[in-house]
């Protein structure tokens, strides 16, 4: 089974940097995935992670360290559109399967 | 736009009621899978299907199948609803299938009510 953890809820100001972190259990690993989701849209890809390191695309970077079980999502200049749910997710590297196990999200509000 | 397409939007029924959900992949994706988001828990992966073939299921209710046809568009039947089952059903595609590293991509969901 897998289990991920990741804060409830974040808040940060317009124009400042945050920093979620995920940390999971996981008894096969093939992969992490970061997703944002607006209230009651679909979620929408940010980031991938397999391999150690960092991973940065443009305001949004994702770091992986499989040996700690840990990945974070670090969103630069930040704007008021960001205010959403972040989801953290593991692919399973088993079973020939590869749904993804979510956490349970973290909303990020986004204050002027 | 993903380019992952649901239907319909929403669905208003009553107990006991059956319905089907229809999910048409990205063009060129051959994996499709369902997902089930509930206030309390979460994003839940339901089932996969690889080219028309079951994969692999995950917190699936017996009550609850799926199928995916020869051009690749996949339904969900659920059956024998309950207050419970009302969420947002999302279908997701990926080009290829297991131990493949892809993306899924979300399409818009499907949000049901059961009354």
């Known amino acids: 089974g897998q289990n991920i953890d990741q804060p409830t809820e974040m808040t940060a100001t317009e124009g400042a940097i945050v920093q979620i972190n995920c940390t999971y259990q996981?008894?096969?690993?093939?992969?992490l995935f970061w997703y944002q989701q607006h209230a009651g849209e679909a979620p929408t890809f940010l980031s991938y992670?397999?391999?150690?390191g960092l991973e940065e695309k443009g305001r949004f970077s994702s770091f992986l360290s499989r040996s700690k079980g840990y990945s974070y999502l670090l969103l630069k200049e930040l704007q008021m559109k960001d205010s959403a749910s972040y989801l953290c997710?593991?692919?399973?590297?088993?079973?020939?399967?590869?749904?993804?196990?979510f956490g349970k999200g973290t909303h990020l509000i986004i204050q002027p | 736009d993903s380019g992952v397409t649901q239907t319909p939007k929403h669905l208003i029924t009553a107990t006991g009621q059956r319905v089907t959900l229809r999910c048409s992949p990205r063009?060129?994706?051959?994996?499709v899978y369902w997902y089930q988001q509930s206030l309390d828990q979460g994003l839940q992966f339901l089932i996969q299907?690889?080219?028309?073939?079951?994969?692999a299921k995950g917190n699936i209710l017996e009550r609850f199948s799926a199928q995916q046809f020869p051009d690749l568009h996949s339904e969900l039947n659920l059956s024998s609803l309950e207050l419970g089952d009302s969420a947002l059903y999302f279908c997701a595609s990926s080009p290829r299938g297991p131990y493949s590293t892809d993306t899924q991509y979300f399409g818009p969901g499907t949000r049901l009510t059961v009354l």
């Open positions: 996981t008894s096969g690993f093939n992969g």
């Open positions: 063009s060129g994706d051959l994996s």
């Open positions: 997710a593991v692919r399973d590297s088993g079973g020939g399967a590869d749904g993804l196990t």
């Open positions: 299907y690889y080219n028309g073939e079951e994969r």
């Open positions: 992670n397999v391999l150690d």
